[in-house]
């Protein structure tokens, strides 16, 4: 149970009614994440249990939130990032739902931990990460509470392969479901998501006009494939860079230029790192970029640009406009780091739209509630969302979009039941 009257750490009490009514319009775009809160609030099936949520603070967290808390779970919430909090929803969230949220937008990484830190002091019985910090908290400093915890969810590609490697190293204390893995979540908003709201964050921190750009795609996973998709709708000549053959090939028979980061680096207007990996832009990258090049991310850790590297190499570094910071190099030349290279899209701009979140966060009500009911069997370990769970929330949003699907007659099952039918 929560400690009473916890109200948690937020910038601004008194942005409350603006978050409330920003959490309702996001709302309307999230049918699927409604029907489930609908069933939880009749069957409860999270009674009873403390659930430390480590999610971006946004109108679409408030939703699942909700829903989880109308499931009966006594949630905690902290932020997943430090520039991804939407200061009105945690004030809403905290004031207005009986939610203790600890997330101030722009909080420095010390406050990010002790936020991670007080959340984790309500003792949990299930985790809820987006890239695995809390997890990894539990794991080192927090052992104290490990005890407690019968199972979690992990949100995103980069917090899958955190734990796949705890998994592996055999360090990994309590079965987690990775709901990135299921196709509801990555194909829709690892790729159409981060798509959008990447070009979204581009553009309202800067205003540039993608056509006739180059923009080179660091990473061809859902995330990069989205982002180049939708740049080249945008009228940008894409460029993409790879480490995985399969991928490169994939990324020129769409229709995109493949080269070296190397090669990209010189030729590129606007670049956006997607790897999942550490320093895709580094030092010998940022000594032959064009004048004005714009460089961000919209991979989960801010790892992907090498920052340090670009602190070094410039002789000055200005705040040009809200979430653009200009380093001047020696020779001149200017380069333009978005939000300091956090994720873009949800430093600059609103995340993922409601729309696509509805389908990530059904899926992680749903493992919420599964791991629930079945956590006693399982080892600890990384496990997909279960298929069922998967076609469900596919089912439930086509419904909700007004789609209708065709349904196998008894003769075509059974045809593809069978081998004896060749030519
Ligand atoms: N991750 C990406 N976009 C998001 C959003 N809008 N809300 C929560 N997590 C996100």
């Known amino acids: 149970m929560q400690p009473e009257g916890k109200l948690g ?13 920003l959490i309702q319009w996001a709302a309307r775009e999230m049918p699927v994440t409604k029907l489930i809160k609908e069933r939880f609030e009749l069957e409860k099936p999270l009674k009873g249990l403390s ?21 009966g779970a006594d949630i905690s919430l902290c932020a997943s990032n430090p520039l991804s909090t939407q200061d009105a929803v945690a004030s809403a969230l905290s004031i207005a739902y009986d939610i203790p949220t600890y997330a101030i937008k722009g909080e420095d990484d010390n406050t990010y931990y002790s936020h991670i830190n007080t959340a984790l002091d309500s003792s949990p019985n299930m985790t809820m990460d987006d890239g695995a910090d809390v997890v990894a908290t539990l794991h080192t400093t927090r052992q ?12 995103t590609t980069t917090g899958v392969i955190r734990l796949r490697s705890m998994a592996q190293a055999g360090k990994l204390k309590y079965p987690i479901i990775a709901v990135n893995e299921a196709d509801t979540k990555h194909m829709f908003d690892n790729r159409y998501g981060t798509g959008q709201s990447t070009l979204d964050g581009i553009t309202r921190a800067t205003n540039v006009l993608f056509a006739g750009k180059n923009l080179v795609v660091a990473g061809y996973g859902w995330c990069g494939r989205g982002v180049a998709m939708r740049a080249r709708g945008m009228g940008a000549q894409v ?15 769409d229709g995109h230029t493949v080269m070296k980061m190397e090669d990209a680096a010189r030729v590129g207007d606007i670049f956006v790192t997607v790897t999942g990996g550490k320093h895709a832009l580094d030092a010998h990258h940022f000594q032959v970029m064009k004048n004005d090049a714009v460089i961000a991310n919209s991979g989960h850790f801010n790892i992907e640009i090498n920052i340090d590297a670009l602190e070094d190499a410039a002789t000055e570094k200005k705040s040009v406009r809200p979430m653009v910071d200009q380093y001047i190099m020696a020779d001149g030349r200017r380069i ?10 949800l430093a600059a701009a609103e995340g993922h739209p409601s729309a696509v979140m509805d389908m990530s966060f059904a899926n992680q009500a749903l493992s ?3 791991m629930a009911k079945n956590s006693q069997t399982l080892k600890p370990d990384v496990y997909d969302v279960p298929i069922t769970l998967d076609q469900m929330v596919a089912s439930l949003k086509l419904d909700a979009m007004g789609l209708r699907m065709d349904e196998l007659s008894e003769e075509q099952a059974a045809y593809l039941a069978g081998w004896e039918t060749g030519t």
């Open 336 to 345: 333009n780091l978005l939000a300091e290279g956090r994720l873009v899209n």
């Open 51 to 71: 659930v430390v949520a480590c999610l971006h603070v946004t109108t679409e967290t408030a939703n699942l939130a909700l829903a989880l808390k109308a499931g």
């Open 9 to 21: 750490d937020i910038k601004d009490p008194g942005l409350t009614d603006e978050g409330i009514r």
């Open 368 to 370: 919420a509630e599964y």
């Open 239 to 253: 460029i993409v860079t790879e480490v995985n053959p399969v991928r490169a090939l994939e990324a020129s028979m």
């Open 144 to 155: 104290d509470k490990l005890s407690n915890v019968i199972g979690g969810t992990e949100e």
